[in-house]
């Protein structure tokens, strides 16, 4: 401490010369060396004397060491006590300037312990100039019940004891100095109160149950406990050890210690098993370092700040009359929890937690709010909800760096090898929403510097993601915390128990599932389980394929809406299309497949290959497969009735047949049925072309039906017109009428409702006529 001697030790020590010199002035006394015949004696003494004087000398030099004064001495006889009253003692410096005065109104000297007590009131005066008035004020100390042993020197006391000097004052109860070891020990309830000179230095009090000084060594103990308080700073602990420098503290060391510094808009606390400090000449703290169980705490109006660690170092700067924290390190198993505080007119955020086995925290300036956070080891951010509508989310990963905004409000964060988990909400798990966990190489999210809510997080990198069944991969995927909603960059896939989709982008909406694939698009959509076959028109147990430039799926892939260039097969059957809608409604009755622009459909059916009785013919020869193909503007199918609604102009085509018309209704057959296509029916301006082994047909009406079991087709309408024509014949044969029934394979037709116009040669032939 600035300016401040040690408060007993000259003291003391004046005491335990001022011994010596009585006990070898009490010598001379014995000796009978009296400069004047002393007065009969009482009968209870052995000798007196009234104004008694000794001065010592030093024998070599003849430099006085001392001059001790008393109005009086008595010796009682027959025992070793020797009583002094009123006695002064002046203690001088080896230069002979200055001296310390001693002055206690009674003293007894024990002649055979060789040791001087002062029961009564003494006071000590330190560093008085031998001329003229002190230059400050001297160094003052007041006790009482003194003893002092004259062969060692030690000086003892147990009363109360108090000292003023010139930067300060103290007091305790009860005082010992050995001046051999050097050590001055005050022995209980000590305080003192010590105005350090610095510019900016604040008044400090040190209290303990007891105080010890080591002079050789500059140190003061505190033991069992100690505290110092410094205007708004407090530290206190068990054993501790204040090291000087230049009489000024420079080191503060305790176990189990504790301190806080509580400023208007900001409050420190720290704590650990052994903590140690270090102090400018201002008496400012400049570094607190804490190992075991080691913790700080910095709270503002906006946030509660806790760091955690085997070992947290702080850092801190002078910034007028106070210490401001400027860094925060911690090692071995760091935690940094950040919780907000509740303040009017502001949602309350999530709490977050940040845990690594290294943590570096860099304060704003003015020390009361977080600048950054970075870990230089694997580590773990975990967001903690405090409203029902928040969630909870754990990050893993390595390399943090977390930048905070103004009141503590996390701006944004980065980190590499991250693995995240987002926990549902109450409300999301009475849903059975289930945990979403996500991983990539990099990592860098964003907060709203209004709400502190994540905004958006950036993952980079094999970035992969995972929620109950539904699972999805890209190269880069970035999050909408507001909407919920994941886009997927690059090599995008999703994929769940019903199937999968590829693309370029992915738009994810993790509330619902619903996705929007665009790019490159393709999908695989495997069939319902659970679903009874039945006459989907892209039926069977393949998969459903697509690709399409765009795709947008919803309700669990229930509702697809494909978009440009769709082609889109299931085993063999395929349909394309501009524009293709798919509703998997899990009401049968109500899905459907719509296709709009430049429609084309692909259904294949294995050709019949049985006997009349329905047993396989194993002698006939396998037939290719039949392919029927429509082309249309547009087509709805509704598989309640499985009926496939071709419109804008059609063209249906199978072997030997084809058909055009202005719409077109497709029955399809139940699963398993002899052909895909059970039959056909066409309306507006319908035209037939049909080829045999010998011949082709054309025909031309308002509608037309097409069997496929029995290949019959049925030409109706107001007119109707039919063109034969035989390979080995020049000249066509035609006739019209108002209906036509045919069959494309051989050579029946039949014609009803006649006209009779001449040409008309086909009439009422059968097979076999």
């Not at 899905?591 to 692909?602: I, P, W």
Request: charged share 30%; proline share 5%.
């Amino acid at each position: 401490m600035r300016g401040m001697r040690w408060l007993l030790l000259v003291a003391i020590a004046a005491v335990l010369g001022g011994v010596a010199y009585q006990y070898r002035a009490q010598k001379k006394l014995l000796a009978g060396n009296m400069p004047i015949a002393p007065a009969p004696l009482s009968a209870d003494l052995s000798a007196s004397s009234q104004h008694w004087q000794y001065r010592d000398k030093d024998l070599k030099t003849g430099r006085i060491k001392s001059d001790i004064d008393a109005e009086s001495m008595q010796q009682v006889k027959d025992a070793s006590r020797v009583d002094l009253k009123n006695v002064t003692m002046r203690v001088y410096s080896k230069d002979a300037k200055t001296y310390d005065l001693v002055k206690s109104a009674a003293a007894t000297f024990n002649t055979a312990e060789k040791s001087l007590y002062s029961q009564g009131d003494v006071e000590i005066t330190l560093n008085l100039p031998v001329e003229g008035q002190p230059a400050k004020p001297p160094t003052v100390i007041k006790t009482s019940g003194l003893t002092c042993d004259s062969n060692t020197g030690r000086v003892d006391t147990d009363m109360p004891s108090s000292f003023v000097f010139e930067k300060g004052d103290g007091k305790a109860a009860g005082a010992t100095y050995d001046p051999a070891s050097h050590e001055l020990l005050m022995k209980r309830d000590v305080e003192v109160h010590w105005n350090p000179p610095g510019k900016n230095a604040k008044p400090m009090k040190i209290e303990a149950a007891t105080l010890a000084y080591h002079e050789t060594t500059s140190e003061i103990w505190l033991k069992p406990w100690g505290r110092m308080t410094r205007e708004n700073m407090i530290v206190e602990g068990n054993d501790v050890v204040v090291k000087l420098q230049d009489k000024v503290i420079h080191n503060v060391t305790a176990v189990r210690a504790h301190g806080s510094d509580d400023y208007p808009n900001r409050k420190l606390h720290y704590a650990a098993n052994e903590l140690g400090m270090e102090f400018d000449d201002d008496g400012l703290a400049q570094k607190i370092n804490g190992s075991g169980n080691a913790s700080l705490v910095s709270t503002t109006d906006a946030s509660e700040t806790t760091v955690t660690a085997d070992r947290v170092n702080l850092d801190l700067q002078p910034d007028g009359n106070e210490s401001v924290l400027t860094q925060v390190a911690a090692t071995g198993n760091g935690v940094v929890t950040s919780k907000p505080l509740a303040t009017p007119g502001r949602q309350l955020n999530e709490t977050h937690v940040l845990r690594s086995e290294t943590l570096e925290m860099k304060m704003r300036p003015g020390g009361r709010e977080i600048e950054s956070v970075v870990t230089k080891a694997p580590g773990t951010l975990e967001f903690l909800p405090n409203l029902p509508s928040q969630h909870h989310r754990t990050l893993d990963g390595k390399d943090f760096v977390i930048a905070y905004g103004p009141q503590n409000r996390l701006d944004s964060f980065r980190a590499a090898g991250v693995r995240t988990r987002t926990d549902p909400t109450a409300e999301e798990r009475r849903r059975n929403r289930p945990q979403s966990v996500t991983t990539s190489r990099d990592l860098e999210a964003r907060f709203d510097p209004k709400t502190n809510r994540l905004q958006n997080m950036q993952q980079s990198g094999d970035f992969t993601y995972e929620e109950g069944d539904r699972k999805a991969r890209a190269a880069k995927a970035t999050m909408d915390a507001d909407q919920n909603m994941i886009l997927l960059d690059t090599g995008a896939r999703i994929w769940d128990a019903s199937g999968s989709t590829a693309a370029d982008h992915i738009r994810l909406d993790q509330r619902t599932g619903d996705f929007l694939a665009e790019g490159n698009v393709t999908s695989s959509r495997l069939p319902d389980r659970d679903q009874k076959k039945n006459s989907e028109m892209l039926s069977g147990d393949d998969p459903l394929q697509a690709t399409a430039r765009k795709m947008d799926s919803r309700n669990r892939n229930r509702q697809i809406h494909y978009e440009g260039a769709v082609h889109m097969w299931q085993g063999a059957n395929r349909i394309h299309a501009d524009v293709v809608d798919v509703d998997r409604n899990l009401d049968p009755q109500k899905r459907a497949l719509v296709a709009d622009g430049h429609v084309v459909t692909n259904l294949w059916e294995e050709p019949k290959d049985e006997k009349p009785d329905g047993k396989k013919d194993e002698k006939k020869k396998v037939s290719n497969p039949i392919l029927t193909e429509v082309h249309s503007s547009h087509m709805v199918y509704t598989e309640a009735n499985r009926l496939t609604h071709y419109t804008g102009g059609v063209q249906l085509s199978r072997p030997g047949l084809q058909v055009k018309g202005q719409e077109l209704r497709a029955f399809l057959g139940e699963s398993g049925a002899e052909s895909r296509l059970d039959k056909a029916f066409a309306d507006g301006a319908v035209e037939i072309f049909s080829t045999a082994k010998d011949r082709t047909r054309t025909g031309a009406g308002d509608h037309a039906e097409y069997y496929t079991a029995d290949q019959k087709v049925i030409l109706r309408g107001s007119w109707v017109r039919m063109v034969e024509k035989l390979f080995n014949s020049p000249q066509p044969n035609t006739t019209e009428g108002k209906e036509a029934v045919y069959f494309p394979n051989d050579d029946r037709l039949v014609m009803t409702g006649q006209l009779d116009k001449p040409g008309n040669s086909l009439i009422n032939r059968k097979k076999g006529k």
